[in-house]
T-cell receptor, first 113, second 111 residues
Framework: GAGVSQSPRYKVAKRGQDVALRCDPISGHVSLFWYQQALGQGPEFLTYFQNEAQLDKSGLPSDRFFAERPEGSVSTLKIQRTQQEDSAVYLC???????????FGSGTRLTVV | EDKVVQSPLSLVVHEGDTVTLNCSYE??????LLWYKQEKKAPTFLFMLTSSGIEKKSGRLSSILDKKELFSILNITATQTGDSAIYLCAVVTNTGNQFYFGTGTSLTVIP
């Protein structure tokens, strides 16, 4: 597609539920990033893929967070046993290569109740 | 610890005013600095700066980087209500996979 597509746009989860957030990057983009943006804050880095390889997951806040990109295109960010502090907008971004600027998706707003 | 600090945190101006947004940074292995405009949820790219002293310009927006003093400014002239947004600054390191974002400057332009 023309841009980075994320789904769902909104997700409400009960505390303890597992959620899966999807990101469709721009076709051909090698690099894919996930960010977490809390209200009033800038995006915080979560993890980075180059093709299917997860090269950096240092930003994942706990082992409840897991990301994958098995075929080097679509990526899924999974959060297990969601907690209220997981409520945030999750942004996905892709770039042609690691030297380029990121194009962001519109994000998924996760609310844990 | 690597960090990016933006100022002011928020700004309210009248249409037609000129604004200057600031971004200072402390990162190791600096490679580039990026400015984004965030309306609603998705940040949109404005500028990427890698060299000191070279102004980048796009319409009423311009930006410049000072790698000696470790800061960048984003100027918007003749502001319009459509410029109302959060402006994010991000610094990229040489490893390429770490983008450090500031908290953003919230700009409100009133008619």
């Amino acid at each position: 597609g023309a841009g980075v597509s994320q789904s769902p746009r909104y997700k409400v989860a009960k505390r303890g539920q597992d959620v899966a957030l999807r990101c469709d990057p721009i076709s051909g983009h090698v690099s894919l990033f996930w960010y977490q943006q809390a209200l009033g804050q800038g995006p915080e880095f979560l993890t980075y893929f180059q093709n299917e390889a997860q090269l950096d997951k240092s930003g994942l806040p706990s082992d409840r967070f897991f990301a994958e990109r098995p075929e080097g295109s679509v990526s899924t960010l999974k959060i297990q046993r969601t907690q209220q502090e997981d409520s945030a907008v999750y942004l996905c971004a892709s770039s042609l290569n690691y030297q380029g600027y990121n194009t962001f998706g519109s994000g998924t707003r996760l609310t844990v109740v | 610890e690597d960090k990016v600090v933006q100022s002011p945190l928020s700004l309210v101006v009248h249409e037609g005013d000129t604004v200057t947004l600031n971004c200072s940074y402390e990162v190791t292995n600096f490679r580039s600095l990026l400015w984004y405009k965030q309306e609603k949820k998705a940040p949109t790219f404005l500028f990427m700066l890698t060299s000191s002293g070279i102004e980048k310009k796009s319409g009423r927006l311009s930006s410049i980087l000072d790698k000696k003093e470790l800061f960048s400014i984003l100027n918007i002239t003749a502001t319009q209500t459509g410029d109302s947004a959060i402006y994010l600054c991000a610094v990229v390191t040489n490893t390429g996979n770490q983008f450090y974002f500031g908290t953003g400057t919230s700009l409100t332009v009133i008619p």
